[in-house]
């Protein structure tokens, strides 16, 4: 007694959603002027979408004002709820236009003790988490023989209560949603296959499924013939046979397969390349259409991999494409940091500085004012490149990243006070350090005339410059000067 007043009925329900009290006066109902808000739909009997879940539903109560009500339902969902007599099952169906009809996580009786009506408009089914038995669903789809959707997801109980009948369970089913069912052999899938004979689509996502073939002379080709979309994604498929098993499907166009252990470690270029090359005939992956470029590249791809033993469908790509050699891989990930030395003569510093690239000149010469003790606004920072160019290169920009300078491992940074620079040029000496003269001399005599052309057109030497560098400058000028004539 306790439950029946914890329960409620559908026309009880349906008058609290979609009828205002007003419309509800001694059970007669009175049509408005206006309006097309939901509370007006019902009555004005122009309902079609009826939705009453989590509602505590188990009966649908006066059948005479439920049908008035719903003459026009064309979807009715009672998911969540606590319908489980057939009777009242059979109630639902008398609904003259109904084209879908929910009745998920409703615990319904796994028998059938009671006459269903013909629902000839129904189309779609879904029943998902009702675990019934195969010898009830037979029952009740012949309710629906127009029947186009079939959804029995979660239906945990599917694989272990296999009856031994092949009757067909529906001959109007096109579509199979089994998903999260808990099916672990593809015998299962082929099984049910071939009790919905018309099936073009079935969606198993999520099942612990490994293989997809049958260790028998029962190929795919023959038992899933006549499917063209297939959904096995979060499956648990595990080896490169699977998938030249639903190759052999030959009518398979659409497949979706992501998520699964056998294409886990790989990148998203190569598990479109394996999967399409050895799938000749498939049409669409993962919802992407498959060009013809596309397949083009994947078998040349799919070539060029190193196989212990050759898949079934290699002599037919070697035939069409050729033998061909690996490609080199060529890494052309920008750099994250370098290893360079800093060096202040004039503090003595000299260190190994590993250099993170995306910061900026003036965070580096943050880091540099701490070792050295120059002060950033007295700082001067000069990057000496190991390869591309002789001449040390000033860092005037504070806020230019590191990687726009092309910094390489073994490059060099010099690390000067105001005092210690030329007036004329970017080029740094320091006074009291010959060492500093020797490379720059040594810089200059390996520069190609060139180097020295353009070099002249900025260097004049000045009274303020040490004999040493006045007469490198001088020699720089000279040589510039010839190769310009």
Same mark, same amino acid.
């Given at each position: 007694l306790q439950n029946?007043?914890?329960?409620?009925?559908?026309?009880?329900?349906?008058?609290?959603?979609?009828?205002?009290?007003?419309?509800?006066?001694?059970?007669?109902?009175?049509?408005?002027?206006?309006?097309?808000?939901?509370?007006k739909l019902a009555s004005e009997r122009g309902l079609r979408l009826l939705v009453l879940n989590h509602k505590c539903i188990?009966?649908?109560?006066?059948?005479?004002?439920?049908?008035?009500?719903?003459?026009?339902?064309?979807?009715?969902?009672?998911? @969540?709820?606590?319908?489980?007599? @057939?009777?009242?099952?059979?109630?639902?169906?008398?609904?003259? +236009?109904?084209?879908?009809? /929910?009745?998920?996580? /409703? *615990?319904?009786?796994?028998e059938i003790n009671a006459d269903l009506?013909?629902?000839?408009?129904?189309?779609?089914?879904?029943? +998902?988490?009702? +675990?019934?038995r195969l010898s009830a669903i037979r029952v009740f789809l012949e309710s629906a023989p127009s029947l186009l959707e079939l959804h029995l997801s979660e239906n945990r109980v599917i694989e272990d209560n296999l009856d031994d009948s092949e009757e067909p369970l529906s001959l109007s089913v096109g579509t199979l949603h089994v998903n999260r069912c808990e099916i672990k052999r593809w015998e299962t899938v082929v099984f049910l296959r071939q009790l919905l004979p018309r099936c073009s689509s079935m969606f198993i996502s999520e099942n612990p499924i490994k293989t997809t073939f049958i260790d028998s002379k029962t190929r795919n080709g023959r038992a899933m013939s006549g499917i063209n979309q297939l959904n096995l994604n979060k499956c648990m498929v595990?080896? @490169?046979?699977?998938?030249?098993?639903?190759?052999?499907?030959?009518t398979l166009r659409d497949l979706r397969i992501s998520r699964i252990p056998l294409l886990a470690g790989l990148s998203d270029e190569e598990k479109i390349h394996l999967v399409v090359a050895r799938? *000749?005939?498939?049409?669409?992956?993962?919802?992407? *259409?498959?060009?013809?470029?596309?397949?083009?590249?994947?078998?040349?791809?799919?070539?060029r991999q190193d196989y212990c033993f050759h898949p079934q469908i290699f002599p037919i790509l070697i035939a069409r494409h050729g033998q061909l050699e690996q490609l080199c891989k060529v890494d052309l990930t920008p750099k994250k940091h370098a290893n360079v030395i800093a060096f202040c003569e004039e503090t003595g510093f000299r260190a190994n500085v590993k250099v993170y690239l995306d910061q900026s000149v003036c965070s580096l010469m943050r880091m540099l004012e701490r070792q050295t003790g120059i002060a950033m606004h007295r700082m001067r920072l000069f990057h000496i490149s190991s390869g591309s160019s002789p001449f040390?290169?000033?860092?005037?920009?504070p806020n230019q990243k590191l990687s726009a300078l092309r910094i390489e491992d073994g490059d060099q940074f010099l690390i000067q006070g105001q005092t210690g620079f030329c007036n004329t040029m970017a080029f740094p000496y320091c006074a009291s350090a010959a060492s500093s003269m020797s490379r720059i001399m040594a810089r200059l005599d390996t520069c190609d005339d060139h180097a020295y052309g353009d070099l002249a057109a900025k260097l004049q030497p000045t009274k303020s410059q040490p004999t040493l560098l006045k007469g490198?400058?001088?020699?720089a000028v000279g040589r510039g000067i010839q190769s310009q004539q």
């Open positions: 029946e007043q914890c329960c409620s009925t559908v026309v009880e329900e349906l008058e609290k959603k979609y009828l205002c009290d007003e419309d509800v006066d001694n059970e007669v109902l009175f049509y408005t002027i206006a309006g097309t808000s939901p509370c188990d009966r649908v109560g006066d059948e005479t004002r439920f049908i008035s009500l719903g003459e026009n339902i064309t979807e009715a969902d009672f998911a @969540w709820n606590s319908l489980s007599e @057939w009777s009242e099952v059979g109630t639902l169906l008398r609904l003259p +236009n109904l084209h879908t009809l /929910n009745l998920s996580h /409703n *615990p319904l009786k796994s009506p013909i629902a000839p408009f129904l189309q779609t089914l879904i029943i +998902n988490d009702t +675990n019934l595990n080896e @490169w046979n699977s998938v030249e098993a639903l190759a052999e499907i030959t799938m *000749p005939l498939l049409e669409v992956l993962n919802g992407s *259409p498959i060009t013809k470029e596309q397949r083009e590249k994947s078998e040349r791809f799919f070539i040390p290169e000033q860092l005037r920009f490198a400058l001088k020699k």
